[in-house]
């Protein structure tokens, strides 16, 4: 009996770390976004400050701080901040959804399992809904959400595109891409 009772608590202890809500951890997650100007020139630019979680319910929601848009180029992060996400009006983007917590919940250390998962994106005062595949990896006490190919967004679905020319004008290029390729690398700890 003393067994059966030990062998049940570990399983709650167990079940309680499996089903406990995970917190993002900014410092070693990554979300970058890809602009091309002129037609020709692509950068690579990233957001340095992202908050989120996945509840024990697998909802899913992340936080992206628009003005922490890092470009390496400190008058475009300003540029970029002023006139295109107009952080004094839209301080963050929110991405929200669901995971599949049956199958979380069932992963061992080193295990992945992939997964197409709906989540509503609000940028700049508009939301839509987006599909992405996602990589679900298991590490030694935390877990890895990455996208398996970039995310299109169109700066036009959200209002942007006026933002985007008045970047164009700034720098005096002849174009600038509506079209943004997004990539994730989310870490997670319980």
Sequence with gaps: MKVLSGFALFLTFLSSNVWAQWDLSNEESRLNFVTVKSLKIGEVHRFER???SISDTGQVALNI???SVETNIGIRNDRIKKK???TNNFLQATASGF?????LGRLEV???YTESVQF?????GIAHKVINDVQVTKLNNKLLVTSLMPIVINASNYGMSEGIEKL???AGLPSISDAVPVTFS????P
């Design 110 to 112: 080193g295990d992945t």
């Design 120 to 124: 509503t994106l609000s940028l700049h």
């Design 168 to 170: 164009r004008a700034l």
């Design 50 to 52: 992202l908050t989120g």
């Design 84 to 86: 295109l996400f107009e």
């Design 65 to 67: 701080y628009l003005d």
């Design 99 to 103: 995971i599949n917590v049956n199958k």
């Design 186 to 189: 989310l870490i997670f700890n």
